[in-house]
């Protein structure tokens, strides 16, 4: 097994954190302060990201396989049906994490794999490019974010209000973006493939899409693909990764997400 590097911080009913793809758990960083006060928070670097190593090579790093990696983590650490919140690519694996043992709720905000077929093209360019360029230019994009239209011109894409984004939390994304060694290949393991529900979950199911979304156009959001019941809303002024856009909104997002009932269908 795969061994995944975390951060744990605050007490109450577990909740783990799945990150998007290229970023790390360092992308929960805004929000993890106030959650701790409610819940034992573990945010995860999912592998090949952050400080965790990839799956071997023997393992196609699917959004499935990456779930069993973090179902294999959860028992380790002896958590058997916690919460689970996932921005993105991270949404998505906290969808099949869901359709491989109990979770208690699932609050995902923007998943990804809710198109048809394979993943859009405009999505696997926008992605790669950004890679490329935090590969390629990060010292210069690092430096970028020191002045507010260097966020502005860098992160519109990414994030609903750039200009508000902590220039340290900016620079951590396009090093994480740049230096993740499990990036191409999960990338290339995802682009065949999508999430469809086979059936309802026994837990409530919160969807949110951030209404600056930029990088899920609206034929990378076929809801009918969720499980049913599922509540779909949006977080105004928010973009792709909102933790830093809205900590407040994206927090009480989870919160209320953790007991919503089930709804009787989309």
């Known amino acids: 097994m795969t061994e995944l590097a975390f951060s744990r911080r605050g007490t109450g009913a577990p909740l783990v954190l799945l990150h998007p793809i290229g970023l790390s758990r360092r992308a929960w960083d805004p929000v993890v ?14 592998p090949g990201f952050g400080d965790s190593a990839p799956l071997p090579t023997t393992v196609e790093p699917t959004a499935a396989a990456i779930a069993t990696s973090v179902v294999g983590f959860l028992d380790s650490l002896g958590i058997s049906t916690p919460h689970v919140a996932g921005n993105s690519f991270g949404g998505w694996v906290a969808l099949e994490l869901a359709g491989l043992r109990p979770v208690a709720s699932l609050a995902l905000l ?14 696997r360019v926008s992605l790669r490019g950004t890679r490329w360029l935090a590969s390629h230019g990060g010292g210069l994009l690092a430096r970028l974010m020191a002045y507010r239209l260097g966020r502005i011109l860098v992160l519109s ?34 682009r065949d493939r999508n999430y469809r529900a086979g059936s309802a979950l026994d837990a409530p199911v919160t969807v949110a899409f951030g209404s600056r979304d930029r990088i899920l156009l609206r034929g990378s959001r076929h809801l009918e693909q969720l499980p049913p019941g599922t509540h779909v809303t ?20 989870i919160s209320n997400a953790v007991t919503a009932p089930r709804s009787a269908g989309l």
């Open 33 to 46: 302060p106030a959650l701790a006060e409610r819940f034992d928070v573990i945010a995860v670097d999912l």
């Open 110 to 123: 923007s998943p990804a794999g809710l198109w048809r077929g394979r993943t859009p093209l405009y999505n």
């Open 234 to 253: 949006s977080l105004p002024g928010c973009g792709h990764v909102p933790m830093p856009d809205d900590p407040a909104a994206v927090v009480a997002f």
């Open 157 to 190: 894409q990414t994030h609903g209000r750039p200009a508000s984004v902590d220039p340290a939390y900016a620079r951590t994304e396009i090093r994480d973006f740049g230096t993740n060694v499990g990036f191409d290949a999960t990338m290339t393991a995802a």
